[in-house]
């Protein structure tokens, strides 16, 4: 089966003046449908820019990704946005929900910009919020929903159109401890009962550690790939 991911000696140059800065050197990797990636790495060690590429929000200096066989080298910006909507979750460290609408109407966002009619929006989107526990508030505000719980919805939102793979950038660098595994929680459900393919950003070993494989990056270079062969396992359930 082909892999969901195909990355082959990209590089990632960013000129700031006179200067270069080599974000990425060179890196292939390749992922496959159903894994659960923790990406770690110091500040500056390239991670980001990795996951930018591999969410169609930047493009590499050289080199070549694939997305199921899609080749976003010659896609129009338009195009490129087509495929971040439909194959495409993102999960932020901040949440990135508009204030002023109500859970079940951040939710619906990505199926509004797909053209999904308002009855089919609604019952996405709820089955979603039922899906990362918040069923029953699904009409209140950001600003009435714990930091968590905000982050589900945030998780709710990205699940909304299927996409291919979730992309998590320090999805719980704004939690605490308890509520951080409850998100991570939620995550390893997603990937185990739905098959769900997920790369996450997180500085944290704890983190990772519930991961099924390390990608370890510094200064641009992919210096660690390991399956971890006994990843740490929540207990099951909607919380």
Do not use: C, W
Not at 33 to 45: L, N, P, T
Not at 87 to 94: D, E, S
Not at 192 to 205: K, N, R, V, Y
Request: charged share 25%; no cysteine; aromatic share 6%.
């Amino acid at each position: 089966m082909e892999p969901l991911i195909q990355v082959q000696d990209l590089v990632k140059v960013y000129s700031l003046g006179e200067v270069e800065v080599h974000a990425l050197r060179s890196i292939s990797v390749s992922v496959d449908r159903g894994e659960f990636v923790a990406i770690m790495g110091a500040s500056g060690s390239g991670k980001s820019t990795f996951m930018n590429i591999l969410g169609f929000l930047d493009r590499p200096t050289s080199g070549q990704y694939l997305l199921e066989g899609i080749n976003g080298e010659n896609l129009s910006r338009d195009e490129s946005a087509e495929i971040r909507n439909r194959k495409i979750g993102f999960i932020f460290q901040g949440f990135n929900l508009l204030s002023r609408t109500s859970a079940i109407e951040n939710v619906e966002l990505p199926l509004i910009y797909a053209g999904t009619p308002p009855p089919q929006r609604k019952e996405r989107a709820q089955k979603a919020l039922f899906e990362v526990g918040l069923k029953g508030r699904e009409h209140h505000h950001p600003s009435q929903l714990s930091g968590g719980e905000q982050q589900r919805v945030a998780i709710a939102r990205a699940l909304v159109n299927e996409p291919s793979i979730l992309l998590a950038d320090e999805p719980t660098g704004n939690l605490d401890s308890k509520t951080s595994e409850e998100i991570i929680g939620i995550f390893q459900r997603l990937n185990q009962d739905l098959g769900i393919t997920i790369m996450m950003i997180t500085h944290e070993p704890d983190i990772a550690s519930f991961a099924k494989r390390d990608i370890l990056f510094r200064d641009g270079n992919i210096v660690g790939d390991r399956v971890n062969v006994s990843p740490v396992t929540l207990a099951r359930g909607r919380e």
